[in-house]
């Protein structure tokens, strides 16, 4: 759960406006593709790993969640 | 009508375009497609022509160019797109025109003793952007600091032809700014210093010359390549002055008396040294210099004093990030010149220096053709002090006993307390020495305590014996044949008292190996299980001068 609120504290500072678990690409305003590879970029950063193959998929802050792969 | 950046690559760099719209709140225009940039440069309508874009920046990724790797093909590959940069640059004569640098990583399968033709390609690529004259974008740079495992990311290139990380971006963001302002002319004229815990470790109206931390070597040496990068500030013309809160008389002898200190009083155009606020003295300063306060930089270690400044002056620029571990201080100060003092180019004068630095180092290389270790060892100058232990000198003599023990014949350990009783006493004679070269002042590093028999027994005629107790050496200047000339001279002033037999021993443990055939080197011959040689002692040929 700490992850969590660390993981979508992460997206709402790349998408420059606070997210929830349900927010998705849809709903959120300026969250295009390029927005999509920076969130992955920062998580990158802070550890968290999103597969390359996923990354296409991801739609929604609960995708991003369940594609993470904590870096051990 | 806004401003714009135009930012050319091979690869994908929106995202970096983002975050150097974030960091410098200007518009840029970004080329889309793998070789747009060849096109929009050349193209005599594309937008990048427009009065609003003032700035052109083109970004090359390395690896992209070379998609089949570097091979020794590469002056064919790099030859067209050097073509282009020469044009544009032609074409956009009133525009400031920045070119990265490439930054490409050797081919993983290349032999240990093959050429690197990355390497190579990437000098060449280097060579003619400086030829022609264009302000380089550093990137090769910026990946060797980060580390290219930090500074790209594959996943993101193989996802969307970006190569750079977060963390990589970011850096390039802020290069480009400051690349940008550097051409602009926008760099500050004028380093205002602090004293204490900036220039030098410690308060020198409390420590005193003694105690303030400044060194050639190790401890104290960070201060010294803090100052090192100031002085090459002032060597290209910006402005020194000192802001300190210290009595005049205590701040300035650091630069009278201190051995080690680089910066003279002569580097600076103002010193304020008294106990009125800061920020009064550095705007006095900047009158006085008849400069903007833009065009200050204040560099302090105490947070108060940047507060008052910040607070009071607030175009002079205060960096906030001073390191709390003085290790990291020079790294400190190479940020604050790249950050504020970046130069174009090499003024006029300062390019007579440079011409002349470039002469020496040419002479440097062409001796190390032919250079023999003695040639070596004499190029280095060194100056050797031998002298009698000084009482002032104990600490450092007990220290050295208790720590060193690669280069320690006997390994014998002493107090402080024993070596006083030693200094005083009739029998025995404690030598230090110390030793500078060109390079630096290694200072005191090598003891030698000798026993010499008790006197009144023999009559004055007859020779008399003495007896190495201790003799042993920093590892730091093993191998420059310090131990020899450090040996004559001991014989030499043993000679003169009357000493015609001198004894060693060497007491061997885990740690003095290095020294283990010492005496038989030194000419001295087994007896029982010590050494011994007797006079006239072995004249030994060293590159030492000796004195002090």
Known sequence: ?72 | MTERIALLSNVTVESLALRVKKELGKDVFVSSGFDAWRTELLDPSSAIRGDEVKTICVLLHGPALFPDGVDFRFIDVLSGPLRILSQARAAHEEKIFVVSTLDLPASAARPLTGENFSARAAALWRDELQKMGVPVLDVAELAADAGRERFYSSKMWYFGSLPFSQQGETLLAREILRVENAVRGGRRKCLVLDLDNTLWGGVIGEDGIEGIELASVGMGSQYRDAQRVAGELAAQGILLAIASKNNLEDALRPFREHPHMLLRESDFVKIRADWNPKPDNIAAIARELNIGLDSLVFVDDNPLERGAVRAALPGVAVPEDFPSDSSALPAFMGRVARTYFTALRVGDEDRGKTEMYQAESRREVERGAHLSLDDYLASLEMKLDLHRLREDEIARAAQLTQKTNQFNLTTQRYTEADLAAMHGSPDLRVWMAALRDRFGDYGRICLVIVRLEPRGVLPPNVGHTAEVDTFLMSCRVMGRGVEDAVLSGIEEELTAEGVTTLRGRYAETTKNTPVRDFWRKMGYTPDGDSWVSHAPFMERRTRICRGS
């Open chain 1, 1 to 72: 759960m700490q992850n969590d609120a660390r993981i979508i504290g992460i997206v709402s500072e790349v998408l420059g406006t606070s997210v929830s678990g349900d927010s998705s690409v849809d709903g959120v305003a300026g969250w295009d593709s390029l927005k999509t590879l920076q969130i992955v970029m920062a998580l990158d950063e802070a550890g968290y790993e999103v597969p390359i193959e996923k990354i296409a998929d991801i739609k929604s802050v609960r995708d991003i969640l369940s594609f993470v792969q904590e870096e051990v």
